[in-house]
């Protein structure tokens, strides 16, 4: 068997094309904005930002990127967060993680309004995952994921999933994602015993480890579907948590790392904020808003 492509750069192409247009057919002055928090100086995360930020000017859609220095204190982050909470013209807020160790990513999160939490990384909106409620705002990555499984046709009722990873921004709300969509889910880490015997009982295989080329040919079941989340160097070349080129000859499906998952987070981001656009417009639109900004 030779894997088709799950092609995450033209997908994703595809949905901000359609994002652009209906942004542009939106009411006369009304551009949705994401606003971008990147604390210190990881190189990595300045990159990620300037994607975000060239893929939301591309659509039309408004990017604030609010840069503070890696010494900043929780409290004065904090206040940052409830000036974009109350400002009416933010309709998306996201936080660039990793944060510097001394500030604790859970108190920042938590304080991001939960309707302008278009990462979904507010413990609220991952609650509301967890209860499989329609209107959380679910987390640009697992969404992204969900989108390319389903590309591929294959129904995923029933089907059994093994999640390799369990970190708060990819493994567990992928897992919750694909238990809502009624898979059988398996979560793998660091002490799971026997790893390559259980990824090889995995008709949907998502490694999301942060390990390179961790996943085998022989981890792998015929005709299985792969989402490759890794983004690794080595040797000064981007690779996955997935060996591509071995495993591509057995699985059914598979992303390529680069275009697969990595365009797809993006795009997602990018929903998510034109999403939150419209649910405050409509908002301030039919409750006679008392908030300051309306009122003035
Ligand atoms: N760091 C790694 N991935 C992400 C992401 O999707 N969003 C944010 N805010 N930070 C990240």
Redesign the pocket.
């Known amino acids: 068997m030779t894997a088709t492509i799950l092609d995450g750069k033209k997908l994703a192409s595809e949905i901000r094309k359609e994002l652009s247009s209906k942004i542009s057919s939106l009411s006369e002055g009304f551009t949705p904005i994401l606003a971008v928090i990147l604390v210190g100086e990881n190189e990595a995360?300045k990159i990620?930002v300037r994607n975000k930020k060239k893929a939301a000017d591309e659509i039309g859609m408004g990017c604030e990127i609010i840069e503070l220095a890696s010494s900043i204190g929780e409290n004065a982050l904090l206040e940052t967060i409830y000036e974009l909470n109350d400002n009416p013209h933010i309709n998306g807020i996201?936080?660039?993680?990793?944060l510097p160790p001394h500030i604790n990513p859970l108190h920042i999160l938590s304080a991001i309004s939960p309707l302008k939490d278009v990462?979904g990384?507010n413990p609220y909106n991952a609650g509301l995952l967890a209860c499989k409620e329609d209107n959380a705002i679910i987390?640009?990555?697992p969404k992204g994921i969900l989108r390319l499984l389903k590309q591929s046709g294959v129904e995923l009722s029933g089907k059994h999933a093994v999640v390799i990873g369990r970190s708060n921004?990819v493994g567990r709300p992928t897992s919750t994602l694909l238990l809502n969509q009624d898979c059988t889910v398996s979560i793998t880490h660091s002490h799971t015993q026997n790893l390559p015997e259980i990824v090889k009982q995995a008709d949907i295989i998502v490694a999301a480890c942060g390990c390179p080329n961790l996943v085998k040919k022989d981890w792998v079941k015929e005709g299985a579907i792969v989402i490759d989340v890794g983004i690794n160097k080595v040797d000064n070349k981007l690779c996955g948590d997935v060996d591509f080129t071995e495993v591509s000859s057995v699985a059914s499906f598979i992303t390529p790392v680069p275009g697969g998952v990595g365009p797809m987070?993006v795009a997602m981001?990018l929903e998510n904020t034109f999403e939150a656009a419209i649910k405050q417009q409509s908002h301030h639109q039919h409750q006679h808003c008392k908030c300051k900004h309306c009122q003035s």
């Open positions: 995360s990620y996201i936080v660039q993680l990793p990462d990384f987390s640009a990555t921004i987070t981001l």
